[in-house]
């Protein structure tokens, strides 16, 4: 990105961005962009599973008070294999988090042999992860936590770059995974093209037991009328003839609530009989309870994608007012780019080079919290100092408003600044 002005305009507007500023910092704001959570509207859409389970009884007769059923219920595991195209026999229906299940899988990968593995992963002297950027803070923390090293892909706007990626894992056995967003990817909102998704499954690693953890965290979450569909990763792993690649991740947190969902693992047969063995040592069997009440409450595929319609109904008007905002305030400026995504949870706003720390810094001044920036990249480091994570879903619309105006405000005193020099 380049910044067009003119020389002769930019006194005069960098004096008004100072301005501006002077004025938001002295309305003593305290607003929040950080949240990606679902905001209370959102979480009344879901208030009948609160009076759910109607019984206690399974189709197959379990009670599901009780202990055991390791893999889940069937019937709900049924709804989400049409979400996350996982063969229901192939998915677990778990506790409240697929960032758990994430966690459990690298813990595991270095606790014991997975399929595939010549041996543990802490028994190899470097692990090493692909991590496309912009990514989840949260995938990075995990590595950070496991001593796993990690090295930044680009994305583009149909994914990670696959000629990168291909040249890593093939020349390094170190490279044992890869994080993946593959539908309307946090913080980017880029879908995979199906062209990237069948070269993550061709693709000819180094390592044998390389696994690409997909984390489809909002498989369901469109935000059109025409809901992207991504490629069946599982499936195209298995026909490249690498069956246990794919790990599958997703979960009901943003289809319901978010603090009491269900998260859900796919994989082969020999990765899921792999964690299930792990898993029952870790617990005698997920809250089933909680899982009849969803499998109630959201009845088939069909009620997933009527509560999803539900759901977007309160987030486009949000998710418009950023592009309206960001289009009023700072198109034609040069000053920055940003993401208009079809489906998920954030935008992502790129400011002029060497200047997101700095216009983070003016916004918590001015009372507007952002998204620290570089958490959008491993280690926290964003090269560029350029990426900014905006999450619309969380504030109310005015509220909301009143934040993006203000961020336009330091996005403008923070890249005239710069140019002025
Ligand atoms: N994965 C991604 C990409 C997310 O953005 C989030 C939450 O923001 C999660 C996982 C967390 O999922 P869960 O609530 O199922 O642990």
């Not at 792990?278 to 997920?286: C, F, L, M, V």
């Not at 009845?299 to 289009?327: N, T």
């Amino acid at each position: 990105m380049t910044t067009q002005m003119s020389d002769d305009s930019l006194p005069g507007l960098l004096d008004l961005a100072r301005r501006d500023y002077k004025d938001l910092a002295g309305q003593g704001l305290k607003l929040d962009l950080t949240r990606g959570k679902p905001a209370p509207e959102q979480l009344d859409l879901s208030e009948g599973l609160l009076d759910l389970p109607s019984g206690h009884t399974a189709a197959d007769g379990t009670d599901v008070r009780n202990y055991g059923g390791l893999r889940g219920l069937p019937e709900l595991r049924a709804i989400f294999a049409d979400v996350l195209q996982v063969p229901a026999d192939q998915l677990l229906a778990g506790g409240n988090s697929s960032l758990e299940m994430m966690h459990d899988c690298l813990v595991h990968a270095l606790l014991s042999v997975m399929p595939g593995a010549e041996s543990r992963w802490a028994d190899q002297e470097r692990i090493v992860f692909l991590c496309p950027v912009p990514g989840y803070d949260r995938h990075f923390a995990l590595c950070e936590r496991f001593g796993i090293e990690m090295v930044a892909v680009p994305m583009d706007g149909s994914g990670p770059d696959m000629d990168v990626v291909e040249r890593l894992v093939a020349e390094d056995a170190a490279v044992k995974g890869i994080w993946c967003v593959p539908k309307y990817s946090n913080p980017s909102g880029v879908s995979y093209s199906d062209e990237t998704v069948a070269r993550l499954a061709r693709m000819e690693t180094a390592a044998p037991d390389f696994r690409i953890f997909w984390d489809n965290a909002y498989a369901a979450h469109h935000l059109t009328d025409e809901p992207v569909e991504i490629a069946d990763l599982l499936a195209l792993c298995a026909e490249s003839g690498h069956p246990d690649r794919a790990f599958v991740f997703g979960s009901t947190s943003k289809i319901t609530f978010a603090g009491a969902g269900v998260g859900f693992f796919g994989s082969s047969a020999a990765n899921v009989d792999w964690l299930t063995a792990n898993n029952s040592k870790r617990s005698i069997g997920p809250d089933k309870v909680n899982q009849l009440r969803h499998l109630e409450f959201l009845r088939d595929a069909e009620g997933v994608r009527a509560h999803m319609d539900r759901q977007r109904a309160l987030l486009a008007p949000k998710f418009a007012a950023v592009q309206r905002i960001l289009s009023e305030e700072l198109g034609g400026t040069g000053l920055a780019t940003w993401t208009d995504p079809d489906g998920g949870y954030f935008v992502t706003l790129e400011v002029v080079e060497g200047c997101a720390k700095e216009v983070v810094r003016r916004a918590a001044e001015a009372g507007i919290v952002l998204t620290p920036a570089g958490a959008t990249h491993p280690y926290g480091d964003d090269p560029r100092d350029a990426t900014i994570r905006i999450a619309p879903s969380f504030p109310g619309l005015a509220e909301l408003e009143r934040a993006m105006h203000g961020l336009t405000v330091c996005v403008r005193l923070v890249g005239y600044e710069k140019a002025a020099g």
